[in-house]
């Protein structure tokens, strides 16, 4: 059964990414909204998954990408069912929509940010826990700790007021396309390695 949690958490986080870019392709924002919420979920499952196949020596860092995907999770559950409830549904004065409404890239934006670097974080030390004996073990190692290094742009970004309301869409969209182009991967190798682990 571990065994299998990993292996669904991958095929979630995998179906949400794809529906995320689909959604932003086409400018379905509450599409997008939705689906960032199942990533997370298939996310936790995913890093569970790595802890619990990890080395008795590498475990600390299994349950430190456990605990980085829990606050991760959090921070963006928070952001998007705020976007699919409150911000959707009230007519929010427009300094309560600068701070809540995602489009204005106010707090709950800058909140997003942040999530995502503790996401990548997580996937840092989830990368600690693979010992190599397959190539596609190699890659899946190398995604996961380059994925870290986003943590570094999540966090400044947000201090140096790059994205602004009047900011052009397109620039968002790409880096959010570029994304799902890298996470896709981990997502499919994750299920191999997964499928390949011994319970």
Known sequence: MNKKIGVYGSIVNFIAVICFALCMLFGFNHGSYFSSMFIAFGFVLMMCGYAYFAKKEIKLAGYISVAFSVIYTTIILLVYFAQLTTVRFNNLTQQAAILLDFQQCGLLFNYDLLGYGIM????????????????????????????????????????????????????????????????????????????????
């Not at 010992?131 to 970004?157: A, E, N, R």
């Open 120 to 199: 990548s974080l997580a996937t840092f030390f989830a990368g600690l826990t693979i010992k190599p004996q397959t190539k596609t073990d190699c890659w899946l190692k190398y995604l996961l700790m380059v994925h870290g290094v986003f943590f570094i742009s999540c966090l400044i970004v947000p201090m140096l007021g790059v994205f602004k309301a009047d900011s052009p869409t397109w620039i968002g969209m790409a880096v959010l396309e570029f994304w799902c182009l890298y996470f896709v991967p981990i997502s499919i190798l994750s299920f191999l390695h997964f499928s390949n682990c011994k319970e």
